[in-house]
């Protein structure tokens, strides 16, 4: 069965700094990975998603990610974050017949001004 | 603009009592999934549902049942509500296809008590 992880819990980064969040998969295909983000009492939305091609790929406010098969990882990747950004990060790959996800246990991201 | 809205929005229910939980898209589209999501923790998937008057399984499916009456409508039920089904539940809907977008209602707060 497959699964994802991201091993960092919180992380916490000064306004105008980079951030990367990281995501492990485990999958014995290539699969179709998604980032999504949820902001406070909201639902998820989603910031990008990859099955092919050039593996960074663009996202929402500045948001990429880069996939790499060697590492099974898709890490997300932002160069100057807004304090607005702080928020929870949930990487996510789909696998079966009805584009079900499964989720990593998130990272929350907090933004110091 | 692509709309899921879940209601209520958040509810107080007993232990062995009936609860249950309806979400409502405006995208047209096939595919609607339950998933819940507890504290600290990523969302899980309930059950999930293809096609009006069809539901299925998903990884966490035990004391939940689910009901597609149409393909704009689709409820989960807790026929006897216990401690442990307290968090946030979240429902989703999607195009066909592995790599589409899942869009997220606001979720429900359940208490269970």
């Known amino acids: 069965a497959q699964s994802v992880t991201q091993p960092d819990a919180r992380v916490t980064v000064s306004e105008g700094a980079s951030l990367q969040l990281r995501c492990k998969y485990s999958?014995?295909?290539?699969?179709?990975l998604f980032w999504y983000v949820q902001y406070p009492r909201q639902g998820l939305q989603l910031l990008l998603k990859?099955?092919?091609?050039?593996?960074v790929v663009q996202g929402v406010n500045g948001f990429e990610a880069e996939f790499s098969k060697s590492n099974s990882s898709f890490h997300l990747r932002k160069a100057s974050v807004h304090w607005s950004d702080s928020a929870v990060y949930f990487c996510a790959v789909s696998t079966g017949f009805a584009s079900a996800l499964t989720f990593g246990s998130g990272t929350k991201v907090i933004v110091l001004p | 603009e692509a709309a899921v809205t879940q209601s209520p929005r958040s509810k107080v229910a007993v232990t062995g009592g009936k609860v249950t939980l309806s979400c409502h898209q405006t995208n047209n589209h096939d595919y609607m999934y339950w998933y819940r999501q507890d504290t600290g923790h990523g969302l899980r998937l309930i059950h999930y549902s293809y096609v009006a008057d069809s539901t299925e399984k998903g990884d966490i499916p035990d004391g939940y049942k689910a009901s597609r009456p149409s393909q704009e409508n689709f409820s989960l039920i807790l026929e006897l509500a216990s401690l442990s089904q307290t968090a946030v539940y979240f429902c989703?809907?999607?195009?066909?296809?592995?790599?589409?977008?899942?869009?997220f209602g606001p979720g429900t707060r359940l208490t269970v008590l």
């Open positions: 989703a809907s999607s195009d066909k296809g592995h790599n589409a977008e899942q869009f």
């Open positions: 999958y014995s295909a290539t699969p179709y």
């Open positions: 990859y099955y092919s091609g050039d593996p």
